[in-house]
């Protein structure tokens, strides 16, 4: 609220405070720094800014020779040197196209303070120059805030009416804040009192006065950067947020009527409606508000109250908006870090996907290469060996043939000679054509054409268009957020990330809970299920796929969730009889009709084994509550047990019986009283039920061959009341039963 009570020309609390024609407010000290004196011999103002009626132009005509003097006195900015006899039918006037009562904002060279004034107008044809050295002709002032600019009457700056309710919630404001200052006591002073606190540190969260903060918070080192504020407002204090209004000049009860600004003897009792300003006694008989529409100061006082709360309704509706907004907003930076996030990783995995794919695909060439190589140097070795040995045998003829020839005995020479003659020519048929060129070129006929993948990867990047329509991607389960209770489960899960292709719904499938075929338990847009009513103590397979236009997606994979092995449950409040009373967050029951009244359990069984007991709170005049089970549609207003769909024992204080429709059974002595304890065991495994009276089994089973889906089941009146206790563990050692009388 405090910007509120500031001065826009001096940014302190506003002082003596008047109201302008805008109905922004400003000081009275600020207002004469920014008001503009503009002498008649610079400017001839508009028509509109001299006064007006018939009562004006009389008074122009009686003035004679010294209405330029007049003039130029009736321009000083206290009322003091206003000329006397004005025209106070119209104090005031602005420079407006359509007299409204403002003026337009046009920049000008006259511009003290940062504040515009009027614009020069020219002079009016025919118009006589005022003699050089006249005094100011008029005075004008423009708003700081709407740059709106009106020009003073011959009052001055008092022409503007005073805003005394500003005034009275600046001083309460001064107040509430200065006792608020002198609560707050510094929190590290070792003196006793403690010395009143100077300044607040907003990362310290501590009261420091000026001593203490000298010494304990200098600023130096990391302290420099704390943020220090004056002390907090107290809460109870005036103006800092309590209802208190303080009883000094400013309080609202004991402040003094304000007084007419034209007729100081007289209090503001009407309300102009044409000026929509209060109005005198004296206004309505001798000023220009005589004719005007008036009404009852009270009466609009109200009607502008009542008005502005409405208003303020508006603004808070509008103010919840937008905490809502901002906290959606907060969401919404949440999600975008979580999102950003996970981009990156996607981003970072792919393009290691890639990196890999590269490396695989590198190792791969690099294998071929190898091999050509080994290839290459295998049939260069062999070709070399080849080569050497027929070069060593070729050699060795020669060396022998010349030999040979050397010998002079010639019948020794012709008995070889035809030999070595065809030995010679065989080698000579070896070193054929071709023989002496290598098989294999040093040269690798592997080129790698990598310019299409380069050129893929510089253009790799988000594309940022519609994408072809195809099925969903595998949707990822999340989970941290799958949990069970009781025998319901919840799932959840999300798309992909980088994942363009549209999504209208999801399938979520379950199993029976012993292996078998899944069903569909979930079609919709929702990325978070809950399924009720499964068996308890069961395990459970579950997974999810997505779909669109263009078809079913693949499953996600297969989540496991295992449901509790005992059941939680309380009375159903929604389905039980209406004169059942229900407390203890569901968990006592009793009932206001003297007729027996049936409540369920909000737990429903069809398999496994299950126990609870029920707690005989109170117990009046020998009644005969009845405990059991029950189908969803049992009727209850009725005991429980009349009907083919209720399987029951009731008890009274002596005996109990079982009942099923409406069929009496196996009478067994024992029976309740304040105090006692009923166990229910209910094992749908060998389908039969059974009762307990204080841990010891009342008869024999009281039902077989039960099958279906139960709900646990009580009927009782008024003289009962019991309390539920479940989540019990199904008994170990059962006691020797009580033998029925029949």
Same mark, same amino acid.
């Given at each position: /609220? ?108 006259? &511009? ?10 020219? #002079? ?15 005075? &004008? ?140 006694? %004296? ?23 009542? %008005?502005?709360? %409405? ?51 590198? #190792? ?33 003829? /020669? ?16 008995? @070889? ?131 669109? &236009? ?5 499953? &996600?994979?297969?989540? @496991? ?77 009725? /005991? ?18 079982? /009942? ?83």
């Amino acid at each position: /609220m405090e910007e509120e009570l500031k001065c826009p020309v001096c940014g302190s609390l506003f002082r003596e405070p008047i109201i302008l024609p805008c109905s922004h407010n400003v000081c009275l000290p600020c207002a004469r720094t920014i008001a503009v004196q503009t002498p008649e011999s610079e400017q001839h103002l508009p028509p509109l800014l001299h006064p007006r009626g018939p009562a004006a132009a009389a008074a122009a005509a009686a003035a004679g020779p010294g209405a330029g003097a007049a003039a130029g006195s009736a321009a000083c900015l206290e009322p003091e040197c206003a000329a006397g006899g004005g025209d106070h039918a119209d104090k005031l006037s602005l420079h407006s196209e359509t007299d409204s009562g403002y003026g337009s904002y046009t920049p000008s060279l006259k &511009s003290p303070n940062g504040v515009r004034v009027l614009p020069l107008v020219p #002079a009016p044809p025919g118009a006589a120059a005022a003699p050089r050295g006249a005094g100011p002709a008029s005075s &004008s002032l423009t708003c700081p805030q709407c740059h709106r600019s009106a020009s003073l009457d011959q009052r001055g700056l008092r022409g503007f009416q005073r805003n005394r309710l500003l005034e009275a919630i600046v001083q309460r404001y001064q107040q509430g804040r200065a006792a608020a200052a002198a609560a707050a006591k510094c929190q590290l002073c070792d003196r006793s009192p403690p010395e009143p606190a100077a300044v607040l540190c907003e990362q310290c969260e501590v009261l420091y006065c000026a001593s203490c903060q000298l010494r304990c918070h200098p600023a130096r080192g990391p302290f420099a950067k704390h943020r220090l504020a004056p002390p907090p407002a107290h809460p109870g204090a005036p103006g800092g947020g309590g209802d208190g209004g303080g009883g000094g000049k400013g309080a609202g009860g004991g402040r003094k009527p304000p007084a007419c600004a034209e007729h100081d003897l007289e209090n503001y009792s009407m309300y102009c409606v044409s000026c929509r300003s209060p109005v005198c006694y %004296q206004c309505l008989e001798e000023g220009k508000h005589g004719k005007h529409d008036v009404k009852a100061l009270g009466a609009v006082w109200k009607q502008h109250k009542a %008005q502005l709360s %409405q208003a303020l309704n508006g603004v808070s509706d509008k103010a919840k908006e937008a905490k809502e907004f901002l906290v959606q907003l907060k969401n919404l930076l949440q999600q975008i870090q979580e999102n950003g996030l996970d981009y990156e990783a996607c981003l970072v995995a792919q393009c290691d996907a890639l990196v890999d794919a590269l490396t695989r695909q590198k #190792a791969k060439l690099l294998t071929k290469v190898t091999k050509e190589r080994e290839h290459k140097l295998k049939v260069v070795w062999d070709q070399i060996n080849h080569c050497t040995l027929k070069l060593r045998q070729s050699t060795g003829l /020669m060396e022998y043939c010349l030999e040979v020839i050397k010998e002079n005995d010639p019948s020794g020479f012709l008995q @070889i000679s035809d030999a070595l003659i065809k030995r010679v020519q065989v080698s000579q048929e070896q070193w054929v054509k071709g023989a002496l060129e290598p098989k294999v070129s040093a040269e690798f006929d592997l080129t790698l054409d990598s310019e299409p993948l380069l050129q893929s990867i510089h253009q790799l990047d988000f594309i940022q268009m519609k994408f072809p329509v195809t099925v969903p991607p595998v949707p990822l389960l999340q989970l941290e957020k799958c949990c069970t209770r009781n025998n319901s489960v919840t799932l959840a899960w999300r798309m992909p990330p980088l994942s363009h292709n549209p999504v209208e719904g999801y399938i979520l499938e379950l199993d029976d809970g012993d292996g078998g075929q899944f069903r569909e338990v979930y079609v919709g847009k929702e990325t978070l299920c809950t399924i009720d009513g499964l068996h308890f103590n069961s395990t459970y397979n579950a997974r999810v796929k997505a779909f669109n &236009s263009s078809g079913v997606g693949p499953y &996600s994979k297969t989540v @496991i969730l295992q449901t509790s092995d005992v059941a939680w449950f309380t009375f159903d409040p929604s389905s039980a009889h209406r004169d059942i009373v229900l407390s203890n967050d569901n968990q006592t029951a009793t009932c206001n009709s003297y007729d027996d009244r049936v409540v369920l359990g909000t737990a429903a069984f069809s398999k496994g084994v299950h126990y609870w007991e029920l707690h005989v709170d109170r117990y009046d005049n020998h009644p005969d509550p009845a405990f059991g089970i029950a189908r969803i549609n049992v009727v209850k207003d009725m /005991m429980l047990g009349k009907d083919d769909k209720a399987w029951a024992m009731y008890v009274d204080n002596n005996r109990s019986w079982f /009942m099923h429709c409406n069929s009496h059974t196996n009478r067994t002595e024992g029976g309740v009283s304040k105090g006692a304890t009923v166990g229910v065991l209910l094992d749908l495994n060998k389908h039969n039920l059974t009762f307990y009276i204080n841990g010891q089994q009342q008869g024999p089973p009281a039902f077989e061959n039960i099958e279906g889906v139960f709900m646990p089941a009580l009927s009782l009146n008024r003289n009962v009341q019991v309390t539920l206790h479940t989540g019990l563990e199904v008994p170990q050692c059962v006691k020797q039963p009580k033998l029925p009388n029949n």
